[in-house]
């Protein structure tokens, strides 16, 4: 695996180191030792994966409020994504900072996400399918988000919204005391 960094304080861009001969290749694309010499977290409590039907897609802007934040490693197995991530840590250098990467089957990519960030795709291709392994259960009670064309970030997405779920529409604009977890 080959780990560079990015603009993006503790985000990583893995890609894989591919073994050639005349059936094609293997190559590792997770590994435990390899990540933990790093200082990243090896944790995976489930793997899941997001299929879209149509180019123009957008999900997001998604995370998790603490104590169930969620590190996560965000690779697409077919077609090709956009994919955004925003720094929500307050004490980060990076923070209120995005960046995105192409992340497509050919490419064989994949972004480390850390804990405290916000994470959204827009498919570039129709049919495109989307692996995460997630280092935390997901919590319902601490799910979070933005609208993924909020002006505190200024994301510039490269193609029009086709499809969006009410849900992601109906995210808060950013505010800085939003971060707190919820009020039990």
């Known amino acids: ?48 994966v997001s299929y879209n039907r149509f180019r123009g897609t957008v999900r997001g802007l998604h995370f998790q409020r603490p104590p169930h934040e969620e590190t996560k490693i965000v690779r697409c197995t077919r077609g090709a994504i956009f994919d955004v991530i925003v720094d929500l840590r307050p004490h980060s250098s990076s923070y209120l900072r995005w960046q995105a990467f192409e992340l497509t089957a050919e490419n064989r990519r994949a972004v480390y996400i850390p804990k405290g960030l916000a994470h959204g795709f827009q498919t570039l291709a129709e049919d495109c399918e989307i692996v995460y392994q997630i280092s935390s259960f997901y919590a319902p009670e601490s799910a979070g988000g933005y609208c993924y064309d909020d002006a505190t970030f200024g994301i510039t997405w490269p193609l029009p919204v086709t499809m969006i779920s009410e849900r992601d529409l109906g995210w808060p604009k950013f505010k800085v005391d939003a971060l707190a977890p919820p009020a039990s």
């Not at 990583?12 to 010499?37: H, M, N, Q, S, Y």
């Open 1 to 48: 695996m080959i780990f560079a960094s990015t603009r993006l304080e503790e985000v990583l861009l893995i890609d894989v180191e591919p073994k050639e001969d005349e059936r094609g290749f293997f190559a590792r694309t997770w590994c435990r030792r390899e990540l933990a010499a790093r200082g990243l977290d090896t944790e995976i409590a489930q793997e899941s």
